[in-house]
């Protein structure tokens, strides 16, 4: 598997992009690109993988993914079936931090964007959106020219002020991906992403990396300061909450969706991740 560069350039002149786009699921592939990338979902839900966090997304989410961020947005499974008439339909908006010039930028006037898109190099979801922000964001599609610029500096204001958010990468991804220059790491997580529901050997991950078990471990251990089956259990757990909050499964359901093939080994790396058991951490998400 190969981490692909997405050319999101403009072919109209004009300085970013903003396009409804529907489709029979959204693009299955891990990729990056120069550009930032503001999405809000109109109509899906599924699983995003960004950086080294994973996300459920459904209607209503607002996400902005920094330049270089690699991410894939994965529909549910029911999206993928042969007869399946659901459509994955969302807003983005791809622009490049300097889209106005880098003077423009660089002005006090326009520093809380600066940190904005800062804090986008881990991936940002928006939370508490208020339906008038998201209507901006609709209405932006029937702008033109300065208008719809205009428009798009107003929304990015709006989030740069937005206090409710949280990250989606870990600053040990970035740190790590940046290190190998992208090609090492890259292939492992693709992979990772799209198996860890599966048995995963080290023999196997190692060999996609070109090197042996041994390197392969010292290896990974320096890039995340942990050893590669405490980031895979981390990945599963990871998951496995976000299966649980969604009330889908019940918890013998999750832990084999999210790759343990016992419930006790399950329940033990839960618990040690969490420091909760399974059932604590639903009941602890229903108070709020």
Not at 223 to 243: Q, V
């Amino acid at each position: 598997m190969k981490l692909h560069l997405l050319d999101r350039s403009t072919i109209n002149s004009s300085s970013f992009s903003a396009k409804m786009h529907q489709e029979s699921y959204f693009l299955k592939t891990w990729h990056y690109h120069p550009e930032l990338e503001l999405i809000f979902i109109v109509k899906s839900s599924g699983t995003l993988f960004i950086g080294d966090g994973i996300e459920k997304f459904e209607e209503g989410d607002l996400v902005l993914i920094g330049k270089d961020l690699p991410h894939m947005w994965l529909n549910d499974e029911v999206y993928f079936e042969k007869n399946a008439s659901l459509k994955a339909k969302a807003i983005t908006v791809h622009f490049k931090k300097d889209f106005l010039g880098t003077p423009f930028l660089e002005t006090p006037e326009m520093f809380h964007l600066l940190q904005l898109f800062k804090r986008s190099c881990h991936g940002i979801k928006f939370e508490n959106v208020t339906p008038k922000l998201t209507k901006k964001i609709k209405k932006m599609l029937l702008l033109d020219g300065f208008e719809k610029t205009m428009a798009l500096l107003k929304i990015l204001h709006l989030l740069a002020k937005h206090k409710h958010y949280k990250l989606l990468s870990s600053p040990g991804f970035l740190d790590s991906f940046q290190q190998t220059d992208n090609k090492k790491l890259d292939k492992i997580y693709e992979y990772l992403f799209k198996n860890f529901a599966h048995p995963i050997s080290l023999d196997a991950v190692a060999d996609i990396a070109n090197m042996n078990a041994s390197a392969f471990s010292r290896f990974f251990k320096k890039m995340h300061n942990k050893t590669f089956s405490k980031y895979l259990n981390e990945l599963r757990i990871g998951y496995a909450c976000k299966l649980l909050i969604t009330n889908k499964y019940n918890v013998s359901r999750v832990c084999y969706e999210s790759g343990f093939n016992n419930i006790s080994n399950f329940n033990r790396q839960f618990k040690n991740i969490m420091a909760l058991t399974p059932s604590q951490y639903l009941e602890k998400h229903k108070s709020f």
